[in-house]
């Protein structure tokens, strides 16, 4: 196999990505140009070929920070990436070229973010599960599978007279105002608005915004992304102070009911830990667990990485960010959150 970086062959790279049964929308060429616009990170998309023809790709994008180190990651920000191939000798000979890349830029480590393992007898992760649901031909059967008190709870906020909205850029506004206060609440730094707007510009026949409005005021708001036949939801957050109106259980709800509507067979309610909130969360609308393998090139007998909020390290940082003034998350949070993948 010979390994060559994506330039100008982005056709190529996405008509392959299209083929194969196990990439997922991340594996997409856009997503350099999203990451490489918003973050300013180098991506180095790999491919490997025999006589011309491809048969593996590996989309790597290298992070680098005086704060949390170096590393090449596939692909940061999302919940999916990694080696994608249709010959069993390009997974090895792709995971070896970006070994010899991390080695030669220095970084601590190669993560890969595979759903099923694509490589044997390496460091592999699996902390982290996705949650997925099949979805029926109709709104109505996918309603009425519900057990009777997830519909009492979807209809709990028809009640109260909250509405949906669903668009695209011109969401983008409300999706962002929800977004950054619960991030600056979780005492999580926010994504910048260009990131989203930048998604939005390269995937215009598959991304959406939903939101949750109370009059002028929204309440809850989530970004989705289609891929094929999954329709995935990468980022979703709601007004805490809202709560008792259950805007969260309405913006599923329309969502699962777009994606039916748009003909999508999963939905994908993105990766969670299994037994928190989250995991409870999404594991009441009938979503299945789906097992994922984060594995790892390791520089010096390195351990793997942890970079989870759940770190005890992050605790104290996590404290004073949540005490900030909204301006200033907003205003800082960028530039620190493009060096946590």
């Known amino acids: 196999m010979k390994i060559t970086t994506l330039e100008s062959e982005t056709k190529l790279w996405d008509d392959f990505v299209q083929r194969q049964p196990a990439a997922r929308g991340p594996h997409l060429s856009g997503w350099k140009k999203i990451i490489e616009e918003s973050f300013g990170h180098r991506g180095i998309y790999l491919m490997a070929r025999d006589n011309g023809t491809v048969h593996g790709v590996l989309p790597l994008v290298h992070l680098r920070s005086r ?102 850029e011109e969401e983008l506004a409300n999706f962002y105002d929800v977004f950054s206060i619960n991030m600056r609440d979780l005492g999580t730094p926010v994504y910048s608005r260009s990131f989203f707007a930048s998604i939005l510009k390269h995937f215009p026949d598959s991304a959406w915004i939903c939101t949750i409005m109370k009059d002028a005021q929204p309440l809850a708001s989530g970004f989705l992304c289609g891929f094929r036949g999954t329709l995935e939801i990468p980022w979703a957050s709601s007004l805490r102070e809202y709560n008792h109106l259950s805007p969260n259980m309405l913006l599923y709800w329309a969502i699962l009911e777009f994606a039916v509507k748009q003909g999508f067979k999963q939905f994908d ?29 390791l520089a010096n007998g390195n351990a793997l990485p942890e970079l989870a909020p759940t770190n005890p390290k992050y605790q104290l940082a996590i404290r004073v960010w949540q005490k900030l003034p909204l301006f200033v998350t907003r205003m800082v949070g960028p530039s620190i959150i493009r060096n946590i993948p």
């Open 269 to 297: 309610f993105g990766r969670c830990t299994k037994g928190e909130g989250t995991y409870n969360f999404k594991k009441q609308w009938g979503a299945q667990e789906v097992p994922l393998h984060w594995q790892y090139w």
């Open 67 to 168: 704060l949390f180190g170096s590393f090449l990651i596939s692909v940061p920000f999302l919940n999916y990436g990694g080696i994608v191939s249709d010959h069993p000798a390009a997974p090895p000979a792709l995971f070896d070229h970006a070994r010899a890349l991390a080695a030669d830029r220095g970084a601590a480590y190669v993560e890969l973010r595979h759903e099923a393992p694509q490589l044997e007898n390496v460091p592999t992760k699996q902390h982290k599960i996705a949650m997925v649901l099949d979805l029926p031909d109709t709104p109505e059967k996918l309603f009425n599978q519900f057990p009777a008190k997830l519909r009492s709870q979807i209809r709990k906020p028809m009640k109260e007279n909250l509405t949906v909205r669903l668009g695209r």
